[in-house]
């Protein structure tokens, strides 16, 4: 972990628990000056909860947080000015134009680029004079950034800036986040995207049920997995358990939808073997698939649960 002077971000003990969950249980970061930062998990796993106690804006049960080097308890005003975020859902007035939202942001700071600058930064300069009504869910979200970003901000928190976005809206947003680092700026992001938290991570912390179960960087957790390729398969009936665990030459397998998925180095050599004993169980092989092994197949290989699962 390094060390709490030079992070940007702090966290050690997080927990914030209500009646029928524990929201985050304890949860440790560190992120440092200039680094973008993946917070992944399934939906329910903590994230948004850790990430609005980060942002001040809710307050933890328990544990200790600072952000550049200061406490919300005290500094919450030169804090505001120093972070910009950006939500899963920003409720804008419909009826402004960009134009106007982004000027009444900006008085809200005492420096920081124009609405001008923003907007060709954002490529939202020829919707200037658009109602928020009428844009469409992209450049709703590329607005909802700007409005992050008019602060000049130290550190910029993204949660899921791309969901539901189309492939240009997401390119167009990664641009302006490696533009924000590019300055030094530090970057706090959650995302369902896999090739999004490998594109713009440098680190990723895997959380579930509100704990930290994994962290490094993409190549690091990948290598977690201590195999290049991963084989799915299913099968008619289901394959017996022991059946699969005296498959030879894998890493480890786990119960995957209908049937299972194998950690493998080699596909030549695990591939037959899968068949060989399929046949000798007397089971009929319905499907099989394989791909090299991703961050997803980190994710379901610690918690048996797929990244987007309720």
């Known amino acids: 972990m390094n060390d709490v002077a030079s992070s940007a971000i702090f966290c050690r003990g997080l927990k914030k628990y209500y009646p029928d969950v524990k929201a985050v249980d304890g949860l440790d970061l560190s ?9 992944l ?36 005003a030169e804090l505001r000015e120093r972070i910009g975020l950006a939500l899963q859902e920003t409720q804008l007035n419909e009826k402004l134009t960009v134009l106007e939202v982004l ?15 923003l ?54 947003l990664w641009d302006v986040v490696a533009r924000f680092r590019s300055k030094g700026g530090t970057v706090l992001l959650t995302t369902h995207y896999m ?10 912390a895997i959380v579930d049920h509100g704990r930290l179960i994994a962290l490094g960087t993409p190549a690091e957790l990948i290598a977690s997995l201590q195999a290049s390729n991963v084989v799915e398969f299913t099968t008619q009936p289901l394959l017996a358990e022991a059946f699969v665990g005296a498959i030879p030459t894998q890493h480890g397998f786990i119960r995957h939808g209908e049937g299972w998925q194998l950690r493998v180095d080699s596909l030549a050599v695990s591939v037959p073997a899968i ?4 046949e000798k169980s007397g089971t009929r092989l319905v499907t099989l698939s394989t791909h090299e092994a991703t961050l ?15």
Not at 103 to 117: C, D, N, V, W
């Open 31 to 39: 992120i440092a000056r200039g680094e973008c930062f993946g917070l």
């Open 41 to 76: 998990g399934p939906n329910g796993a903590g994230k948004t909860t850790t990430i609005e106690i980060l942002e001040g804006l809710i307050t933890a049960d328990a544990g200790e947080v600072e952000v550049l080097g200061m406490r919300w308890e005290g500094h919450e």
């Open 103 to 117: 000027r009444l942001f900006r008085s809200f700071y005492r420096a920081g680029p124009s609405p001008a600058e």
């Open 119 to 172: 907007m060709k930064q954002l490529s939202l300069d020829e919707k200037m004079n658009s109602r928020v009504g009428k844009l469409s869910g992209g450049q709703k979200q590329r607005l909802s950034v700007a409005c992050g970003l008019v602060g000049d901000p130290d550190i910029l928190f993204l949660d899921e800036p791309t969901t539901g976005l189309d492939p240009q809206s997401r390119l167009q």
């Open 195 to 204: 090739d999004e938290a490998q594109r713009l991570c440098d680190r990723i």
């Open 275 to 278: 068949i060989a004993s399929i």
């Open 296 to 310: 997803e197949d980190v994710f379901v290989s610690l918690t048996g649960r797929e990244l987007r699962d309720e």
